[in-house]
């Protein structure tokens, strides 16, 4: 099974701030990745698929790029709606996998 | 609007078995694939399974070694997952998800439930 690495755990940041989160496939998944939201005590929300579309209805705050194999959640700037726990998933191939997750706080 | 509504989870003794469902409305059902996915008390989210939207097609999560079977029933809109010989490691809220694409065979989940607990302990 691909494995998604993703990178940092956790994060402290401020309202405001520009942060970033990476996942890396341990092998090519094309574009197939995507981004979730999860909040305590709420489902995931879907943020972004196939690595850089951004969902209906979601922030533009919130885009999704990729470089070489890295794939890369961007928040260009905090709001306090933000703080939760997000994840890479990728859809590639079955099984699918999902990454360690981030929790970012502030 | 999509509901999705899972049902079925509670305390099981290790080894025993469960059945969740999962009611789906707001949609056209049997036109999307469906996936599980659980996350553990406190950690992260584990993709468990995907069923296409005739039913034929199944995948897993390797972790799983069989135990755990998808089906569907479109007539009556709903998702299941028998689960057998199960282990403690199994206990996690389990989530029923509509797939993002119509037709496809597989692809983000969009859409998620709320979710059915699942408690394996003696």
């Known amino acids: 099974a691909i494995q998604m690495t993703q990178s940092p755990s956790s994060l402290s940041a401020s309202v405001g701030a520009r942060v970033t989160i990476t996942c890396r496939p341990s092998e090519a998944v094309g574009n197939a990745v995507a981004w979730y939201q999860q909040k305590p005590n709420s489902a995931p929300k879907l943020l972004i698929y196939t690595a850089t579309t951004l969902q209906s209805g979601v922030p533009s705050r919130f885009s999704g790029s990729s470089s070489g194999r890295d794939f890369t959640l961007t928040i260009s700037s905090l709001h306090p709606d933000d703080f939760a726990t997000y994840y890479c998933?990728?859809?590639?191939?079955?099984?699918?996998?999902f990454g360690q997750g981030t929790k970012l706080e502030i | 609007e999509v509901q999705l509504v899972e049902s079925g989870g509670g305390v099981v003794q290790p080894g025993g078995s469960l059945r969740l469902s999962c009611a789906a409305s707001g949609f056209t059902f049997d036109d999307f694939a469906m996936h599980w996915v659980r996350q553990a008390p406190g950690k992260g989210l584990e993709w468990v399974s995907l069923i296409n939207g005739g039913g034929i097609s199944k995948s897993y999560a390797d972790s799983l070694r069989g135990r755990f079977t998808v089906s569907r029933d479109n007539s009556k809109n709903s998702l299941f997952l028998q689960m057998n010989n199960l282990r403690p490691e199994d206990s996690a809220l389990y989530y029923c998800?509509?797939?993002?694409?119509?037709?496809?065979?597989?692809?983000?989940?969009?859409?998620w439930g709320q979710g059915t607990l699942v408690t394996v302990s003696s």
């Open positions: 998800a509509k797939d993002r694409l119509r037709y496809a065979s597989g692809t983000s989940p969009e859409s």
């Open positions: 998933l990728h859809d590639y191939s079955f099984p699918f996998t």
